[in-house]
Nanobody, 115 residues
Framework: QVQLVESGGGLVQAGGSLRLSCAAS????????MGWYRQTRGKQRELVAL???????NYADSVKGRFTISRDNDKNSVYLQMNSLRPEDTAVYYC?????????WGRGTQVTVSS
């Protein structure tokens, strides 16, 4: 089992920045990918950014050039630096960790971008 705890959400004006953090604990040795997803009410959860064990990354087209995902293996943590935030980035952001066929989720952190 892997436990994930997110932090860093909040309220920011359009054009501002936030940095999300996610700390993993438990069976962290099994994790081979970590990422961030987001969800707004009435919509499906969508991938924002993903980083693999070999540090390869993927980003949603809507955040490319504005968001950066990174990880610190020593701290078993993953981060999402979000710049040039837009009102449409408002959502609950969830940390995800993948270990083989297993997926683990944090409880989510709210990000609200005001116009």
């Amino acid at each position: 089992q892997v436990q994930l705890v997110e932090s860093g959400g909040g309220l920011v004006q359009a054009g501002g920045s936030l940095r999300l953090s996610c700390a993993a604990s438990g069976s962290v040795f099994s994790i081979n990918r970590m990422g961030w997803y987001r969800q707004t009410r009435g919509k499906q959860r969508e991938l924002v950014a993903l980083i693999r064990l070999g540090s390869g990354t993927n980003y949603a087209d809507s955040v490319k050039g504005r968001f950066t995902i990174s990880r610190d293996n020593d701290k078993n943590s993953v981060y999402l630096q979000m710049n040039s935030l837009r009102p449409e980035d408002t959502a609950v952001y969830y940390c995800n960790a993948g270990a083989g066929w297993e997926d683990y989720w944090g409880r989510g952190t709210q990000v609200t971008v005001s116009s």
